[in-house]
């Protein structure tokens, strides 16, 4: 079964920066559209950023700060995340993409998930 694991959250402070890493247990990373969620603290999930082969899209609310890339040769997803801010903290989820139905917005969509990683923003 493919399991996906992150790391790389933690606590920082405002303007710092965090790159969280998602390794993949098999070889599901090649033709596969993957995303990074992200779930606040009685708030919905939301898409933070995604990325299509070479092709990115992020969350209005990135505004520039985040990068998303991937490297299929080590199965790894990464994000690397800038100028953060207390309202970015969450609990940071990579995903899989397994369904074309609906949105690549939309956590329905993805039927492989990490457990997360949490990152804590304070001020």
């Known amino acids: 079964q493919v399991r996906l694991a992150e790391s790389g959250g933690g606590s920082v402070q405002i303007g710092d920066s965090l790159r969280l890493s998602c390794a993949a247990s098999?070889?599901?990373?090649?033709?596969?559209?993957l995303a990074w969620f992200r779930q606040g603290l009685g708030k919905e999930r939301e898409l933070v950023a995604g990325?299509?082969?070479?092709?990115?899209w992020y969350g209005d609310f990135v505004k520039g700060r985040f990068i998303i890339s991937r490297d299929n040769s080590k199965n790894t997803l990464y994000l690397q995340m800038n100028s953060l801010k207390p309202e970015d903290t969450a609990l940071y989820l990579c995903a899989c993409r397994t369904s074309y139905e609906g949105s690549r917005n939309s956590p329905s969509d993805y039927g492989i998930w990490g457990q997360g990683t949490q990152v804590i923003v304070s001020s």
């Open positions: 990325i299509e082969h070479r092709s990115p």
């Open positions: 098999g070889r599901i990373f090649g033709g596969y559209d």
